[in-house]
């Protein structure tokens, strides 16, 4: 049970992983739209003929080696923190974390260093043609390896196409093509790669403009602009449907998350989504008091966004704890007493020395086995991810992804007129733009973990159970560890991206 878990050990594992994982995300999106927007230089490169669109090629490409050499270091440490900080949780699910793991390996990461190589050193070494096919390799292996971490992510945010064996107390997999195609799955590797597109055009932009203002090397500077603001218009679009996508199906498979997402405490019929609010932080679940100090709704937005019609019920955080009879939604308190069943059948299974017994316990958990996971909390109150953070997350990146359209539309009308170079306060604007596109894929990640807290594997695992044996003095050590590490990678990859973009495109 929780009580007996040091939970200072877990929490300080929870901040190494947050840690090791928001600070690799600050490369992978990137690298993820970055790739594209160096296939689309290089072939028009390869279409004109024009050696401009192979300097433009070259440069972004410098800055791109840097962020990708950077973001496999980082990866390579988040994948080895499951073994070292997550030991129960590899034990228990190792059979099918794994796979996609394997996969990203075999299938995307050997795809994209082999032509990394190509691309990277092969100028003037291999033919135009073979050259502009590594170019596009490395981005169809970076977003490749994007899709398998994303299935694996998906699978523990929407456990699907497995079964749990009484005989060895861990998951299997049964259905490698339901994990693969779960609507989680598909739902996140859409809306990240997507906002990493939309990234990869800030990127390019805050670049451009920051030469546009120094008058530096214009002309590379309003063609780099031109293809990465249609390519980032076309994926900040993309990514309002898909994050719509994702909320829709949260409100199936993680009510709970989506719950903390909007601040909803009471369920609603016709219930309206947030549009501006600020929460009570000292609103518990189950007090009847408003949790806004302040808000501006759009009524029964979030009715359609949850269900895709009016008139239907949004449960709140109170209707998931404490049950809503007339909607007929379990409380968690009764969960939590059919989880301890499956827990106390599993260990008379275990413990059965006779084939009836073992027969009858194993009846008893089948019947109770889909709450297993909820025999592990203590209170009801357990099962609320820290609804703050996950609200105003939530908020923030929202509000940056309709901002983003805009810019990469003032770009092009902008670029149309003719007279984007005299747009002094725009292309200052558009510098800061990039900080705040990094800022919406922190928060991104923030409602994507914390808001399904406390599961390591939803419904089945709490990240109590699923912690090594570790003290937490040795946890500290190693966060302390990585911070360090973290911090210095980051100040080099900076410094370096940075010179790189002093020096400019080769004349």
């Known amino acids: 049970m929780l009580e007996q878990i040091d939970w200072s050990q877990v929490n300080w594992a929870r901040a190494q992983f947050a840690l090791?994982?928001?600070?690799?995300?600050?490369?992978?999106?990137?690298?993820?739209?970055?790739s594209f927007l160096l296939a689309f230089f290089e072939s028009l490169y390869v279409k004109t003929g024009n050696e401009s669109w192979k300097r433009i090629t070259k440069f972004w490409m410098s800055l791109f080696a840097v962020n990708f050499t950077v973001g496999i270091a980082t990866g390579l440490i988040l994948e080895f923190e499951?073994?070292?900080?997550?030991?129960?949780?590899?034990?228990?699910?190792?059979?099918?974390?794994?796979?996609?793991?394997?996969?990203?390996?075999?299938?995307?990461?050997?795809?994209?260093?082999?032509?990394?190589?190509?691309?990277?050193?092969?100028?003037?070494?291999?033919?135009?043609?073979?050259?502009?096919?590594?170019?596009?390799?490395?981005?169809?292996?970076?977003?490749?390896?994007?899709?398998?971490?994303?299935?694996?992510?998906?699978?523990?945010?929407?456990?699907?196409?497995?079964?749990?064996?009484?005989?060895?107390?861990?998951?299997?997999?049964?259905?490698?093509?339901?994990?693969?195609?779960?609507?989680?799955?598909?739902?996140?590797?859409?809306?990240?790669?997507?906002?990493?597109?939309?990234?990869?055009?800030?990127?390019?932009?805050?670049?451009?403009?920051?030469?546009?203002?120094?008058?530096?090397?214009?002309d590379m500077a309003k063609k780099s602009?031109?293809?990465?603001?249609?390519?980032?218009?076309?994926?900040?679009?993309?990514?309002?449907?898909?994050?719509?996508?994702?909320a829709y199906t949260s409100a199936r498979v993680q009510p709970m998350k989506l719950a903390a997402m909007e601040g909803l405490y009471k369920g609603e019929t016709n219930a309206g989504l947030i549009m501006l609010g600020i929460l009570d932080p000292s609103h518990m679940p189950g007090e009847d008091d408003d949790p806004f100090l302040f808000d501006?709704?759009?009524?029964?937005?979030?009715?359609?966004?949850?269900?895709?019609?009016?008139?239907?019920?949004?449960?709140?955080?109170?209707?998931?704890?404490?049950?809503?009879?007339?909607?007929?939604?379990?409380?968690?308190?009764?969960?939590?007493?059919?989880?301890?069943?499956?827990?106390?059948?599993?260990?008379?299974?275990?413990?059965?020395t006779n084939q009836d017994d073992a027969q009858a316990a194993l009846n008893t958990f089948n019947r109770h086995k889909e709450f297993l996971g909820y025999g592990y909390l203590t209170s009801p109150e357990q099962a609320v991810p820290p609804v703050?953070?996950?609200?105003?997350?939530?908020?923030?990146?929202?509000?940056?992804?309709?901002?983003?359209?805009?810019?990469?539309?003032?770009?092009?009308?902008?670029?149309?007129?003719?007279?984007?170079?005299?747009?002094?306060?725009?292309?200052?604007?558009?510098?800061?733009?990039?900080?705040l596109g990094y800022l919406a894929q922190e928060t991104g990640w923030i409602v994507a973990e914390v808001g399904r807290q406390p599961w390591a594997i939803q419904g089945l695992l709490p990240v109590g159970v699923a912690i090594s044996d570790l003290t937490t003095a040795t946890v500290q050590l190693t966060f302390f560890m990585f911070l360090t590490l973290f911090t210095v990678l980051l100040i080099a990859g900076i410094r370096i991206m940075t010179r790189q973009i002093a020096l400019g495109p080769e004349e």
């Open 296 to 352: 501006i709704k759009l009524p029964g937005a979030l009715t359609l966004l949850a269900n895709r019609q009016l008139d239907t019920f949004v449960p709140g955080v109170d209707d998931l704890v404490y049950g809503n009879d007339a909607q007929g939604i379990m409380s968690t308190a009764d969960k939590i007493s059919q989880g301890r069943a499956a827990i106390k059948a599993l260990t008379a299974f275990k413990q059965a």
């Open 225 to 246: 602009m031109a293809v990465a603001s249609v390519f980032g218009l076309l994926a900040s679009i993309f990514v309002i449907f898909t994050g719509d996508e994702a």
């Open 82 to 218: 499951f073994g070292t900080n997550w030991a129960n949780y590899s034990w228990m699910v190792g059979d099918i974390f794994g796979a996609p793991l394997a996969a990203e390996g075999i299938f995307a990461f050997f795809i994209e260093a082999t032509f990394f190589a190509v691309m990277f050193f092969g100028w003037n070494r291999v033919s135009k043609g073979f050259h502009l096919f590594s170019t596009w390799m490395v981005a169809v292996g970076s977003n490749l390896s994007a899709l398998w971490i994303l299935v694996a992510n998906g699978w523990m945010q929407y456990p699907v196409g497995m079964a749990f064996n009484p005989q060895t107390a861990r998951f299997e997999m049964e259905n490698f093509w339901e994990v693969l195609f779960s609507p989680t799955a598909i739902g996140k590797f859409t809306h990240a790669t997507s906002s990493g597109f939309l990234l990869g055009g800030l990127f390019v932009v805050c670049v451009s403009s920051w030469f546009l203002l120094k008058k530096r090397h214009t």
């Open 20 to 34: 090791t994982a928001m600070f690799h995300w600050i490369f992978v999106p990137l690298t993820l739209g970055l």
């Open 388 to 435: 703050g953070l996950t609200f105003y997350s939530f908020h923030i990146m929202v509000m940056l992804g309709f901002l983003f359209p805009l810019i990469f539309l003032g770009v092009l009308f902008f670029l149309f007129k003719g007279t984007l170079e005299n747009q002094t306060w725009f292309l200052r604007f558009a510098v800061l733009s990039l900080f």
